[in-house]
């Protein structure tokens, strides 16, 4: 009696592994030469599950019971339909290479290739397939797997001693992570991530959600242009590399090829399926900031005509000073639970007027005499212009509708893990790609690395040290000594040498909330002086600014002292770089003036398009004269130019008077576009352009004031793609002083301008050649900053260098004032070399006539951000 309910429990669990299915495991391999076929995909077509070969070639899919209709996919590969028992555990699947047939469609007569008809009809297309679904939900599965394969020997030495065994421990070593998620979308362009598991140590710093979420439908994919773009045959070229039969459809295959190899474009392969014109599969390479990026995807028919991707396959390899890095992410997705959008729910048939003209003649007048403006929804056949223009008037009726049209994107991220699994069991249930030896041997050690952070946390929640903190412990500062500081050394000629510093202290109060408090910032405090040895003197200044974390609250500063400053106190000659200059070669640029100032600053943005800004300032000046000639390495007899600036309009400045000023600003940015991630907002960038209104007024009936004058100013910037070959920067600005009874020099219109052959000024708003302080003027003004950056023009058609993110650019900057003889610079730069460096060669014009030439060495432009930059917004 005892063994018959152990027998009854067998049968029992028998019966039940019968019910939920069983899974089933096998390797797919090239028949041929017998390879292992890595990423190759298996769908299950009864439940719209599938799985994911590992780099083995190896799979794992749970069967349902019963019968199963099995597709195994690779591209370039004949698909195989295999029905399979649920009662087997084992099968090796063996693909063919593609046969590609010439002969499957009608070959079209002339000399464009056939691919041109399939693109274009494919591009017509694309809105209708974006619009094919009003929603989807669908389970993701996604794994990482990262390896560091170098670090410079350098970087070792650089880090702190503590660390370098673990910059040894990782180098070689795979690091793998996995996370389920349910993906949700809604039309038109809303996305909603919730991580249901996920299996993770460290952060996941490479960017897949561009690529996994996104559509080629779409015009560009992660910045990239598609090759189904509107605009796409500016970018690429194509060629028809024949057809073949998948499950009873006929798939074209074409080679993407780039009119210009590297950012920004794919190349490789993309396969459509014909009439339908939908994507079937696509095999595409790109390149960005240094990495090659591989990206694999297949499409499986969900419903009849609804392709949508089961897997994706990223592989990205590159590095960035000396680093090197190798990245692979696989997703899988299965269980697509669709919504069709009624208003779309004809079969429509794309005729194209270049290759079937007689047809499109015939489907046109048939289309004006019996109306085609139900297609959409009830089917029929549609030039390419048709199709096209019934999409642009659905899609705007749609926008209309919509409650922020301005929003291009919106993609939600949830983590409702609590589910962080660590048990090899439970992912072995989810797990639809197996792991290999490999990674099974890296998450070993990433466990023991999160026990370390375990340990670490449970530590400074014990208010003990940390793992790492052990190897040096330090004692606990009082709050009250708990202050930012940064040294300030300069020379010049006006005070010496200079040594100061800048004390910050941040201004926090408490807030208690029923049982618990945490504090919150109010403000930051700070105290800055610097005393010169020369001038026998020290200088200080105090100020407060508030804080908050709301963007759209006003930010207000406090400022006041007795301080140096330059005449364009802009500053028009960085510090650091004049105290080479002066003390290497003998040659001060820096021009000063003392001011014991008070100065209130107001900013505030009402929004993401509309900013403004005043400021009031009092300031009793004073000019200064050179205290040493002190150089390194001069003669007796040297000495530094005088310290007073020479201007065309006034001569030499020889005074200057105290001043009151009241200033003004305001940026408007009109159609801005945005990307919402999690409820928070990004600017699009270039979408755009900022407007820009500042005046200024000088009171004389404050103190002492001599000022009496007005200065208005308008400017317009805007950073844009101009086609395919490059992107343009542009910057306009101009204005005016109107009621100038009088100006002090310190209020000129200056400009921002480098005669050192160091600089560190925006290349987009500054010269290059232009004397200091000889063109600044009082009188009326115009200023234009035209860049031109290729994609490819000269060095950069040397691929190796485009691919280490060389750029070059064109450039011409003008200034008009009275005395200027419209000053023109015209030059050519190499930018982001080595990433971090720009290298400028610059010839000036003055009249038309050849005035100077000089090289300039700056940081890369990609650190000073974009035309979302703040010096439209409040040019104070």
Request: hydrophobic share 35%.
């Amino acid at each position: 009696m005892k063994l018959r309910f152990p027998l009854f429990y067998l049968c029992l669990l028998s019966g039940l592994s019968l019910v939920n299915g069983q899974t089933l495991s096998g390797r797919i391999t090239d028949e041929n030469t017998g390879e292992p076929l890595p990423y190759a995909s298996i769908y299950l077509q009864q439940l719209g599950t599938g799985a994911t070969t590992n780099v083995e070639g190896r799979y794992e899919l749970r069967l349902k019971p019963g019968r199963n209709t099995l597709v195994f996919q690779y591209l370039g590969y004949q698909t195989q339909v295999i029905e399979v028992q649920s009662g087997r555990d084992n099968l090796d699947v063996s693909l063919l290479p593609e046969a590609l047939q010439l002969d499957e469609v009608q070959v079209i007569s002339g000399a464009e290739d056939l691919s041109y008809s399939v693109i274009r009809r494919a591009i017509a297309k694309a809105d209708y397939h974006r619009n094919q679904l009003d929603r989807y939900s669908a389970d993701v599965y996604l794994k990482g797997i990262g390896k560091v394969d170098k670090i410079p020997g350098l970087l070792k030495k650089l880090a702190p001693k503590e660390e370098r065994q673990e910059i040894e421990e990782v180098v070689g070593r795979s690091f793998t992570s996995e996370t389920t998620s349910k993906i949700t979308y809604e039309r038109p362009n809303t996305f909603t991530e919730e991580v249901v598991s996920r299996y993770v140590v460290g952060e996941e710093n490479f960017a897949v959600s561009g690529y996994v979420f996104s559509s080629f439908y779409q015009p560009e994919v992660a910045g990239m242009v598609s090759p189904l773009s509107p605009k796409a045959f500016g970018y690429y070229k194509f060629e028809h590399d024949g057809v073949f039969a998948d499950q009873g459809e006929l798939i074209n295959k074409i080679r993407v090829i780039p009119r210009s190899k590297g950012e920004g474009v794919f190349e490789g392969d993309i396969y459509i399926v014909q009439d339908d014109w939908s994507l079937h599969s696509l095999d595409l390479r790109t390149y960005s900031t240094g990495f090659t990026i591989d990206l694999k995807i297949n499409y499986n028919e969900v419903e009849d005509h609804i392709w949508l991707p089961t897997t994706t396959a990223i592989a990205a390899s590159g590095g960035l000073l000396g680093i090197k890095l190798s990245i692979q992410y696989i997703a899988n997705t299965s269980n697509y639970d669709i919504e069709l959008n009624p208003d779309l729910g004809g079969y429509i048939e794309v005729i194209d007027e270049k290759t079937q003209p007689d047809v499109a003649a015939a489907t046109r007048r048939e289309n004006r005499t019996q109306g085609y403006e139900n297609t959409l929804e009830e089917g029929g056949e549609l030039t390419r212009k048709e199709l096209r223009q019934l999409l642009r008037s659905y899609e705007e009726e749609e926008q209309e509708k919509q409650e922020e049209p301005e929003v291009v994107s919106n993609y939600t991220f949830t983590d409702d893990s609590v589910k962080t699994i660590r048990d090899s069991a439970a992912w072995e249930a989810v797990r639809p790609i197996p792991l290999t030896a490999e990674e099974i041997a890296g998450y070993r050690y990433q466990d023991s690395v999160a026990q370390v952070e375990k340990l670490d946390s449970i530590a400074e929640s014990r208010g003990q040290p940390t793992v790492a903190e052990n190897y040096k412990r330090k004692k606990p500062v009082p709050g009250w000594l708990r202050w930012d500081w940064m040294p300030d050394a300069v020379f010049n000629p006006v005070e010496g040498y200079a040594v100061g510093v800048k004390l910050t202290k941040r201004i926090n109060r408490t807030v208690r909330e029923d049982t618990s408090e945490h504090k919150v910032r109010m403000g930051d405090f700070s105290i800055r002086s610097r005393y010169g040895f020369a001038w026998d003197r020290l200088s200080w200044e105090l100020g407060y600014s508030n804080w908050s974390n709301e963007s759209n609250k006003g930010r207000y500063t406090l400022t006041g002292g007795r301080y140096l400053s330059q005449f364009n106190n802009s500053p028009a000659i960085d510090p650091i770089i004049n105290s080479f200059t002066a003390l290497v070669f003998g040659d001060n640029y820096a021009r000063l003036y003392e001011r014991a100032y008070g100065e209130a600053t107001y900013r505030k943005r009402y929004s993401d398009a509309l900013s403004l800004g005043g400021r009031l300032r009092y300031e009793d000046r004073r000019l200064v004269t050179n205290q040493t000639n002190h150089r390194w390495g001069g003669d007796e007899e040297f000495t530094y130019a005088d310290n007073n600036p020479f201007n065309e309009e006034t001569g030499e400045i020889t005074q200057v008077r105290n001043a009151a000023l009241v200033t003004v600003s305001a940026a408007w940015r009109p159609g801005l576009k945005y990307i919402v991630r999690n409820g928070r907002r990004q600017l699009v960038d270039g979408s755009a352009p900022t407007v820009g209104l500042l005046v200024e007024s000088g009171i004389p009936s404050i103190g002492e004031s001599a000022s009496d004058f007005t200065r208005l100013q308008a400017s317009y910037r805007h950073k844009f793609e101009a086609g395919p070959r490059g992107s343009v920067h542009l910057l306009l600005r101009g204005g005016a002083f109107i009621d100038k009874t009088y100006v002090d020099f310190p209020d000129y219109r200056h400009f921002a301008t480098s005669e050192i052959f160091l600089t560190r000024l925006d290349p987009i708003g500054s010269y290059r050649l232009l004397p200091y302080y000889r063109n600044s003027t009082a009188e009326e003004y115009a200023e234009v900053y035209a860049h031109y950056q290729f994609r490819k023009f000269l060095l950069t058609q040397i691929f190796e260098l485009h691919l280490m993110g060389l750029k070059e650019d064109l450039f011409v900057n003008y200034l008009y004032t009275p005395s200027s003889d419209h000053y023109t610079e015209v030059g050519y730069s190499l930018d982001n070399i080595l990433r971090v460096l720009r290298l400028e060669f610059v010839a000036a014009f003055r009249d038309g006539a050849y005035d100077d030439f000089g090289v300039r060495l700056s940081v890369t432009t990609t650190f000073f951000g974009n035309d979302n930059a703040g010096t439209e917004t409040v040019e104070f």
